[in-house]
């Protein structure tokens, strides 16, 4: 966006000002977003151990996970975090630190929950996980560099102890700031006007579903409202999914509320992308038996052979065959 400012001459020391507002602002955002990214953290350890205590203590199986997940997604469509995955995820996280108090005040606490899944799956002890988790913190590392870290096994290579991770969190133009402000985790959980409107239209259309798929046009099947698809670990969700069963073929719906942005179309796109590398028609169905070769018609000179002969008496040689005549009718192909 371009804004006229007209013949502005600045005075002294506004280049100074306006870059120290704009650091200010940043940091203000990160904050923010750390503050609600650790409520969100708190939230997910307490549902792990309350889902760990009532396995352990009251007789609770293992499918109560998918019961949960499936009544969470059923009343929160679209949010992220709630899928049989991020759930075990969770009872890990309690497992892991049994205590909340200590837990927050741990460098794994400011991490974005991406970061800490990551942290859960790749480390054995809560030593290990800390220590990282203080690294990623200080240096502000993006979860592919996190990964990176551990996978060349970093503690080993340094044998140093991380430094105080509080002191540098606070830097906005870090990978990490940058990853922990765009996470979509908290910001679901905060429910912005913006989704809550789109999700206002997305029930409209559902309340008239019927009239909704007329609209779209003949042969157009409902497959599902916020349909998930989880690629790498990442979870997506497609706002509405239909199927047009003559031309076999998905059709994605993205709901927008504003003014178009170039970024919805890119979004469309990886959806469109993600439904037809993992949805496509047809991928799932058994593969059938070949079909019997059709019985010859009778007089085109197919049929079984006796041993020595053509489909029209006496084999010729080969090579004779080979080199009929030009201008000569070509020989009718038996199935055979």
């Excluded at 904050?31 to 352990?56: F, M, P």
């Excluded at 220590?131 to 080993?156: C, P, V």
């Amino acid at each position: 966006m371009t804004i006229d400012t007209g013949n502005f001459s600045a005075p002294d020391g506004y280049g100074e000002f306006i870059a120290d507002l704009k650091r200010r602002v940043r940091t203000t955002q990160f904050r923010a977003v750390r503050a609600a990214n650790t409520e969100v953290l708190r939230l997910y350890w307490s549902v792990g151990r309350g889902i760990l205590d009532r396995q352990q203590g009251a007789g609770w199986g293992a499918k109560v996970v998918d019961q949960i997940s499936a009544d969470m997604r059923r009343e929160f469509p679209g949010q992220r975090g709630w899928s049989t995955r991020s759930l075990k995820y969770m009872r890990k996280l309690a497992d892991a630190w049994p205590d909340e108090a200590e837990f927050v005040q741990q460098a794994a606490a400011q991490m974005p929950w991406g970061h800490l899944m990551l942290l859960l799956d790749k480390l054995d002890t809560r030593d290990d996980r800390e220590w990282y988790a203080a690294k990623a913190a200080a240096h502000g590392w993006s979860r592919a560099s996190l990964e990176f870290e551990i996978k060349t096994d970093l503690r080993k290579r340094l044998g140093s102890a991380p430094s105080n991770f509080t002191a540098t969190l606070d830097a906005a133009d870090s990978d990490l700031a940058q990853q922990a402000v765009k996470d979509t985790y908290v910001f679901e959980h905060l429910d912005p006007d913006e989704h809550r409107a789109e999700r206002d239209r997305e029930r409209a259309l559902m309340d008239r579903i019927q009239e909704t798929l007329l609209e779209l046009g003949r042969d157009m099947a409902f497959v599902g409202r916020q349909h998930r698809i989880e690629v790498g670990g990442d979870e997506f969700f497609v706002d509405l999914l239909f199927f047009h069963v003559t031309q076999l073929r998905y059709v994605v719906v993205e709901l927008k509320v504003g003014k178009f942005q170039p970024a919805h179309m890119g979004q469309i796109g990886t959806y469109v992308a993600m439904v037809d590398g993992r949805r496509r028609p047809g991928q799932r169905f058994e593969q059938r038996a070949p079909t019997p070769p059709a019985a010859p018609r009778p007089g085109s000179g197919c049929g079984p052979r006796s041993p020595g002969t053509g489909p029209r008496g006496p084999a010729a040689p080969r090579r004779a065959r080979r080199r009929a005549a030009p201008g000569s009718p070509s020989r009718r192909r038996c199935p055979p």
